[in-house]
């Protein structure tokens, strides 16, 4: 084993999803001492870059190392140049993550440099993904969630507005077609409160906010584009990856999302409102079979938490645990919803639960910011059209046109109605199938594909009526979702609430419905 070897530069053309990597002949890996996955460092002209390695007996050859576009560009290298390797030492956090393995808690500055160690890609996937499932088998406490808040709010931008009051808003997902803050951003925002709202695209939905805001304005701002919108409109609906809040979150993400597992849903969701400087926070729970909290007890629990984080962060939090066994309101998907939005903006076609889980929430943050029957101020602000007027100023400002109308938005043209083959009432709405359905169709990439739902539970059905239509951009994913029609259970029409669910024959495989959408 040698301690340091030149070898030649050689460009790999990779991206490699903007992370530090390097190729080795297997032979000149030997020789260093290292494993694939091992860290090392390259070293040219007194600029050094670390590294992960990967050994290969046929990609390179010996004497040469080969290395992604961030090592390229990073270190000013070109064809055939010499470089310095070397085997780089453990990161202190490599030893945090094994202590926490052992169950041992964390403290602040262990858990900070962690995170620091992930965001300067320090770590490796495997070490990245052995943290993220010891807090998920093992569990955080209160202070582990609060450090591991305030540690993702210090690795990341921050904004800072010159006001007193700084209000927002947050759901934690998990039922299809909530589009929900796309009414009470521009409420708050028109009766005179700062809302800076950062969203996520979908990562397991049919559509997150920012899908759905996209369709109306543009939603990738930087931090000063974000911050001169809220100056100028007291509000925005801007996409979070593009002001890099909490850069570690999107990393931890791409290691919960394969997995099904969500053990960072606290600090996430706290550190990016701290991000933004907001001292007062609704989060909005939906709870119910079809959810991600299923009970109410379940709801109350996770409340107890987000208030309790939150009075350590500075942050005065309510929560709102919302009903959450079916869609919210009737469409589902980027382009339909945002057409849905608007139309309950312009007092069209405004469905009822839409609208009382908007003011709902709406009027909880006013409350919280001290205004008195705050429901009633929201429902006015919708109904006399300064809601709409806001949203529109709130689009123009992030670059979108201001004038449009429901009817300009493109809905996808490939489409199948499905009847119902009894009458009754509609009993039960399955929002994991619905979800998966939509997807199935296009959702999110597709911006205009998704479902409409025709008719909601305790509406009656007659023989025949429609009772959902998808929309699909291309007749392949069309087809692709009615041929998963007979295996998911979209919707239960009937005349009483029957008894028997299902029957099993034979050992089921369980695949656990899993939101993941922050």
């Not at 992604?68 to 030893?95: M, N, Q």
Request: charged share 25%.
């Amino acid at each position: 084993m040698v301690l340091e070897m030149i070898l030649k530069a050689v460009f790999l053309g990779l991206e490699a999803g903007g992370k530090a990597v390097a190729a080795m002949n297997v032979q000149d890996a030997e020789r260093l001492g290292v494993l694939s996955l091992a860290r090392i460092t390259i070293r040219f002209n007194g600029v050094e870059q670390a590294a992960i390695v990967h050994s290969s007996t046929e990609l390179m050859q010996p004497g040469c190392i080969g290395v992604c576009r961030k090592v390229w560009t990073g270190l000013g290298l070109k064809e055939g140049l010499d470089v310095e390797v070397e085997i780089a030492t453990f990161p202190d956090s490599l030893y945090f993550i094994r202590n926490k393995l052992n169950r041992r808690k964390l403290a602040y500055d262990e858990i900070l440099e962690i995170v620091e160690d992930t965001v300067k890609e320090k770590l490796s996937d495997v070490e990245i993904s052995a943290f993220v499932t010891a807090l998920h088998s093992f569990g955080l406490d209160l202070d582990e969630a609060t450090n591991l808040s305030m540690a993702m709010f210090k690795t990341g931008s921050s904004m800072k507005l010159d006001r007193e009051v700084v209000v927002d808003k947050h759901s934690i997902g998990g039922v299809p077609g909530d589009k929900t803050t796309l009414l009470v951003v521009p409420i708050i925002a028109a009766c005179g409160l700062t809302i800076p709202k950062t969203s996520s695209g979908a990562i397991t939905s049919p559509a997150g906010t920012a899908d759905r805001a996209k369709v109306l304005m543009p939603v990738d701002l930087d931090m000063g584009e974000m911050q001169e919108v809220v100056v100028k409109t007291n509000g925005c609906i801007v996409w979070g990856g593009s002001v890099h809040l909490a850069p570690a979150d999107d990393i931890f993400v791409k290691v919960e999302y394969p997995l099904s597992i969500d053990p960072l849903l606290l600090p996430s969701i706290m550190s990016k409102k701290k991000a933004v400087g907001a001292n007062l926070l609704v989060v909005d729970i939906p709870c119910g079979r079809g959810a991600k909290v299923k009970t109410i007890g379940e709801a109350d629990l996770l409340a107890k938490d987000f208030l309790e984080i939150g009075s350590r962060l500075g942050i005065k939090v309510r929560c709102a645990v919302t009903y959450g066994e079916q869609p919210i309101g009737y469409a589902v998907g980027p382009a339909l919803e945002a057409k849905e939005a608007l139309q309950a903006l312009m007092g069209r076609e405004s469905p009822l639960d839409l609208i009382e889980k908007a003011t709902d929430i709406a009027g909880m943050i006013l409350e919280l910011a001290g205004k008195s029957d705050g429901k009633r101020i929201a429902a006015e602000a919708l109904r006399s059209g300064k809601a709409e007027q806001k949203m529109r100023e709130i689009i123009a400002a992030q670059g979108g046109d201001p004038k449009i109308s429901p009817e300009e938005i493109v809905i996808a043209d490939h489409q199948f109605t499905f009847p119902s083959n009894r009458s009754g009432h509609m009993l039960w709405i399955n929002n994991s199938s619905v979800a998966d359905l939509a997807r199935l169709a296009g959702c999110p990439k597709d911006s205009g594909a998704g479902m409409l739902i025709h008719k909601k539970i305790g509406d009656a059905v007659d023989k025949g009526e429609p009772l959902f239509t998808i929309f699909a951009q291309r007749s392949a994913n069309l087809q692709r979702a009615l041929d998963r029609l007979d295996g998911l259970k979209i919707m239960g029409v009937g005349d009483r609430m029957e008894m028997l669910i299902h029957e099993v024959r034979e050992r089921p495989v369980i695949k656990r419905s899993f939101a993941l959408d922050r």
